[in-house]
T-cell receptor, first 114, second 117 residues
């Protein structure tokens, strides 16, 4: 079985300051990990994915995430937040016996203050 | 390149009725997935179709069913609607996961908002 825990349900930052969204995973197999973003009343957009290549993954809009197997973490970061980054972010794991199935974290709502 | 398209955008049904939701995958993608995003319950895996067959199913009752057509588009049917079926239903598509499983990217549509009254 696999699972994902997003450690913060809400994160609030000021525009121009760094963003850190935390994610821990559990998987019996080498997982594939993703971060998705969902803006209000919209579908999900893929930010980045880790598939056992480089442990530091760069995504769209300046986001990146680092896969740390020893810590079973896949935290999402961005050096400088934009107002347009305000959205809900989901950490997702797949692989192993959960064939064809994505397991989502509960989501982190990011608020960006001017 | 067209993305994953879902129709209708919104759907209002009465309890006990049936709802049909549709999804067209990205060209070249053979796998289609359905997810339910209900308030307070997060994103739950419903169904996975590939090459016209159901490959995996989440913990949902049999009144949730679907199919995949030869052109890889898919339908999700929900029978005997209940109030708690009100949710955003998201469809995603991908290349078929290989037997040695590599994390292919999954592309999501914008969803169908189903409201049961």
């Amino acid at each position: 079985a696999q699972s994902v825990t997003q450690l913060d349900s809400h994160v609030s930052v000021s525009e121009g300051t760094p963003v850190l969204l935390r994610c821990n995973y559990s998987s019996s197999y080498s997982p594939s990990l993703f971060w998705y973003v969902q803006h209000p009343n919209k579908g999900l957009q893929l930010l980045l994915k880790y598939t056992s290549a480089a442990t530091l993954v760069k995504g769209i809009n300046g986001f990146e995430a680092e896969f740390k197997k020893s810590e079973t973490s896949f935290h999402l970061t961005k050096p400088s937040a934009h107002m347009s980054d305000a959205a809900e972010y989901f950490c997702v794991v797949s692989g192993g016996t959960s064939y064809g199935k994505l397991t989502f974290g509960q989501g982190t709502i990011l608020t960006v203050h001017p | 390149e067209a993305g994953v398209t879902q129709s209708p955008t919104h759907l209002i049904k009465t309890r006990g009725q049936q709802a049909t939701l549709r999804c067209s995958p990205i060209s070249g993608h053979t796998s289609v997935y359905w997810y339910q995003q209900a308030l307070g319950l997060g994103l739950q895996f419903l169904l996975w179709y590939d090459e016209g067959e159901e490959r995996n199913r989440g913990n949902f009752p049999p009144r949730f069913s679907g199919r995949q057509f030869p052109n890889y588009s898919s339908e999700l049917n929900v029978n005997a609607l209940e109030l708690e079926d009100s949710a955003l239903y998201l469809c995603a598509s991908s290349l078929r996961p290989g037997t040695d499983y590599v994390g292919y990217g999954y592309t999501f549509g914008s969803g169908t908002r189903l409201t049961v009254v």
